[in-house]
């Protein structure tokens, strides 16, 4: 008969050979899809992307915005490099069993601290993993709604079994002194105490079967990797290797197919998109951050992520797709959904970035002209007219007629400042006496400014995002022109979103110019001493990040000490910064109609966060969308008297006493 | 079968109107011209008859400012001939010249059925449609909101106030005068206009001289003049109905 220890060198062989076997044809099939894709720009900025590696990978920087749980996968990623080496270890023993019975890896294998830090590893694995089911099991936060439970247990399982195993084998090979660094092994040594009475022979047996389970459950997971949520071990590396690095302000242009616009079939994607519907760990963190999903559209960017994933698969085994992606695999409700205010791409560990994607499939709806009634009329509007108001273009420099002296036309003076002013600012009328007061700030100022009066058209961020990228084109040509035949050097804006797309994708029309928006330049004026204030306001109040300011181009500080500078005193709601709630007109949002499974709306839970805070009298914003969006909230959610929405150059007017006739208490 | 849509471009009620010098008709120079919107309507419901059982659609409109856009937007949405009209379309020019003009390159088409707005804001002498089936010697049917086609006969639905449907059979060729589409116009990618300016042509056709006889002739327009101001009457539901009594009674209607 064969001794032990050859069978088990074979056995090992085997189970390895096998094991890997499923492993790489599991991720080949899974995979297969990536190849159908179309190509993707060839990607650059090799030092940035190697950086990512460090502090995304490595330092899992981004998952410690949740904090419990992203301490507890710092411990397991780091554990899992650490110990990958005992895996190693386990595995070369196990097939060298019968020629080299002693084996150990060399050099590392006897280096006592290493074998500590392993063996520390394994008692913070098992801690974070116990966390992890406490987590699932019992918090069970909303935000795990709709992930695939049991896989993700199983290989929690998996992972525990693994340490446990692991610490039994060492344990009892202490206890028979047969490891030469066990005082390097603390946690091992306790477990092992635990079979100390029991006789060598036994001991020996219960080893070799924790071998046998350790050596298991590693094969198996490994051939699980593909299947799931977890392959994103294998797939994470390169989805941040190669994330996307371009501003992310600026969105690809729409892809086209012998006469389609935007995406209609899942190998329409780029296969570097399609890598991310792979690496997708079902974590719900996007989804926690969603408005629309909170509001209760039918929208959960995660979800999103696991039906183009689940469609994918079925598209490419199947030889002929049944199932539509539009329709079938993503209801076109929830692409309408969407405000693509970032919220998820900013929050996902992973940087899986949706809203390229969920653009492309509603660029496609557009174009076959399915789109709900009133934004067709909108965008039928802003075809005619160039603005989202159905109102002439004659009318919009009629907010300017009571200003003296005069605006200055930037079509025929040099001006220092080229203001692009934006719909909202220019037609709306509960925005007109603001912009008014801009002026006046700005004249106040000495700023030496013009406007393009009516040459000036909508500058087409939310109508890219909506999907019509004809109508946006058409529109930053047509504001292109104005402005090239205009003298100046910076451009100011009121609206973060005309500031988004005049800043990040103007460029392609050749307009090179500083893009500052209104708070950068208050910023400034102040910090130079040109804005000075006589009055110090002495207010308490909020500030809402609009999502084209913050999240899309970073401006967070700048209106901060504005507020401050005024004498205010600002204190933060729970949802700011990066984290600041959408108030929900985003990405064309504002044209569409109301879904009726809408819950509560965005702006309405943003004025609720604002007016619970206490001793807070006003909430102070820098977007015409969220100004008007936040009024009529506050109407709706019936918190008048409780709290103000003021645009912060209302603020900022006040602090100046600039003249009163034109203006007009706004609640 | 053969489709005619025909379409006027009437002022944008976006901006504001204005009289010219002589008072006889609006000042031409400050307006911008949009399609009539119940002409849309009978270009959909060209195109949906279309889809529906296949056509040949072609799109008639005048050539003034914007008809190019309407043209190639028809295209865009599955019209197959694009014509302009060249001809005296300004100032004077009213539906019975134009309906005299048209009617040789509406011969020639040999349409079944020939669709137009029910009416337009610029109709002073009566709607485009009745005078086109004269010139045309065929039968008309105003106001109409679905059409169905069954060899040779049309089935079109008619609205009439107080809920009342009619359904009338026609037989071809005919005019309809539509008042709205089976489905509202549909949205049209800037992207597909364009790309019907590089793909399809506008066929001209000159039209004789315009014959206004027939028409109307405008002594004076004028913008709503403010009248005397109205009463608000005030007061319980019996207040107010007594003081309206008096009223009619004083007034002389009761
Ligand atoms: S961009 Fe905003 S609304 Fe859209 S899916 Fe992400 S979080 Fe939700
Ligand atoms: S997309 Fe990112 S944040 Fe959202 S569930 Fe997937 S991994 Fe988590």
Redesign the pocket.
């Given at each position: 008969m064969m001794p032990y220890d050859a069978v088990k060198s074979i056995l090992v062989l085997i189970a390895l050979l096998a094991s890997f076997g499923v492993f790489g044809w599991r991720c080949y099939l899974a995979l297969q899809g990536l190849r159908r894709g179309q190509s993707t720009p060839a990607f650059g900025g090799w030092g940035e992307r190697i950086k990512g590696l460090i502090v995304y990978v490595a330092a899992q920087l981004r998952l410690f915005r949740f904090k419990a749980p992203g301490i507890a996968h710092f411990f397991v990623f780091w554990g899992f490099l650490t110990l990958s080496l005992t895996i190693l270890q386990a595995i070369l023993e196990g097939l060298l069993a019968y020629t080299n019975p002693h084996f150990v890896l060399p050099l590392i294998g006897n280096f006592g601290p290493l074998a500590l830090l392993q063996d520390l590893f394994i008692l913070c694995v098992a801690l974070a993993i116990l966390y992890d089911l406490y987590l699932r099991l019992i918090v069970n936060p909303e935000r795990y709604k709709g992930s695939h439970k049991s896989q993700g247990l199983m290989v929690l399982m998996f992972i525990f079994t693994i340490m446990l195993t692991l610490a039994v084998t060492n344990g009892i090979r202490i206890n028979l002194n047969d490891d030469l660094l066990q005082r390097y092994r603390p946690v091992s040594t306790l477990i092992g105490g635990l079979f100390a009475g029991l006789n060598p022979a036994t001991q020996t047996i219960i080893e070799e079967t924790a071998y046998w389970i350790h050596l298991g459950v590693v094969l198996l997971f490994l051939t699980e990797l593909p299947e799931g949520k977890h392959f994103h071990i294998v797939t994470s590396i390169p989805a941040i290797l190669l994330r996307n690095l371009e501003p992310r302000g600026r969105l690809p242009a729409a892809p086209e197919f012998e006469g389609q616009v935007g995406v209609k079939q899942v190998e329409q994607f780029r296969w570097r998109q399609m890598l991310d519907f792979y690496t997708c760990t079902e974590c719900g963190r996007?989804q926690d951050?969603?408005?629309?999903?909170a509001s209760g559209e039918p929208?959960s960017?995660k979800l999103l992520m696991m039906s183009l994933r689940d469609h994918l698969k079925d598209y490419s085994s199947a030889s002929l797709p049944t199932r539509s992606l539009i329709g079938d695999a993503v209801a076109p409700s929830t692409l309408w959904?969407?405000?693509?205010?970032?919220?998820?791409?900013q929050e996902c560990p992973l940087f899986i970035e949706?809203?390229p994607l969920?653009v492309d499939m509603r660029r496609y709806l557009v174009n076959e002209g399915e789109v709900d009634a009133l934004l067709q009329k909108t965008l039928a509007n802003l075809g005619r007219y160039g603005n989202s108001f159905g109102q002439s273009e004659r009318m919009r420099a009629k907010w300017t007629q009571p200003i003296q002296p005069v605006i200055k036309d930037a079509r025929k003076e040099a001006v220092e400042y080229l203001w692009f002013v934006g719909d909202y600012a220019s037609y709306h009328v509960m925005f007109s006496d603001i912009t008014r007061k801009t002026a006046q700030v700005f004249q106040k100022a000495d700023l030496d400014f013009g406007i393009l009066y009516d040459a000036e058209r909508n500058a087409g961020n939310d109508i890219r995002r909506v999907g019509e990228e004809g109508l946006f084109e058409s529109l930053a040509e047509k504001n292109s022109a104005a402005m090239d035949k205009c003298k100046y050097n910076t451009i100011i804006t009121t609206d973060p979103h005309t500031y988004n797309t005049l800043k990040n994708e103007y460029p392609a029309n050749g307009n090179h110019h500083a893009v500052l928006h209104y708070t950068e330049l208050l910023d400034q004026l102040i910090a130079s001493g040109k804005l000075q204030f006589n009055k110090k306001l002495g207010y308490k109040v909020t500030y809402h990040d609009p999502c084209y300011l913050g999240r899309y181009n970073g401006i967070y500080d700048a209106p901060r000490r504005v507020i401050r500078a005024l004498g205010c005193e600002l204190i933060e709601m729970p949802r700011h910064g990066d984290r600041a709630f959408?108030c929900g007109a985003g990405g064309g949002k504002i044209w569409m109609e109301e879904q009726p499974e809408v819950k509560e709306r965005p702006a309405e839970s943003r004025v609720r966060e604002a007016a619970g805070m206490s001793g807070i009298s006003t909430l102070v914003t820098t977007c015409p969308k969220d100004l008007v969006m936040f009024r009529d909230a506050v109407k709706t959610a019936g918190l008048e008297g409780k709290i103000v929405v003021k645009d912060l150059i209302e603020l900022v007017s006040e602090a100046l006493e600039l003249c009163k006739e034109t203006v007009r208490e706004q609640m | 079968m053969n489709i005619v849509a025909l379409f006027k471009l009437v002022p944008d009620l976006v901006e504001e109107l204005e009289i010219d010098g002589n008072g006889t008709a609006l000042n031409m120079d400050f307006l911008r011209l949009i399609i009539n919107e119940f002409d849309d309507h009978a270009i959909e419901q060209a195109i949906l008859l279309k889809e529906r059982g296949g056509a040949q659609v072609s799109i008639l409109g005048p050539d003034i400012e914007g008809v190019e856009d309407v043209l190639y937007t028809a295209a865009s949405k599955g019209a197959d001939r694009l014509i302009k009209l060249t001809g005296d379309f300004q100032g004077k020019a009213n539906n019975h010249a134009m309906a005299r003009a048209v009617t040789s390159a509406l011969k020639e088409l040999q349409p079944d059925l020939i669709l137009t707005g029910v009416q337009a804001n610029t109709d002073l002498d009566g709607s485009l449609g009745p005078l086109l089936a004269e010139y045309l010697d065929m039968p008309y049917v105003g106001y109409v909101s679905g059409v169905k086609v069954a060899d040779g006969k049309v089935i079109t639905r008619k609205e009439y106030p107080g809920g009342l449907v009619a359904e009338m059979e026609i037989k071809l060729p005919a005019v309809l005068g539509i008042q709205a589409a089976e489905q509202p116009p549909r949205y049209i990618a800037v992207a597909k206009v364009r790309q019907a300016m590089k793909t399809a042509t506008i066929e001209v056709r000159t039209l004789a001289e315009s014959d206004l006889s027939g028409g109307s002739t405008i002594r004076r327009m004028f913008k709503p003049e403010a009248g005397t101001r109205a009463e608000m009457i005030e007061g319980s539901a019996e207040e107010v109905t007594t003081r309206l009594l008096d009223i009619f009674k004083e007034i002389g209607v009761l």
């Open positions: 996007c951050m969603c408005p629309a999903f929208l960017p959904a969407c405000t693509t205010c970032y919220a998820c791409d949706r809203i969920i959408c | -």
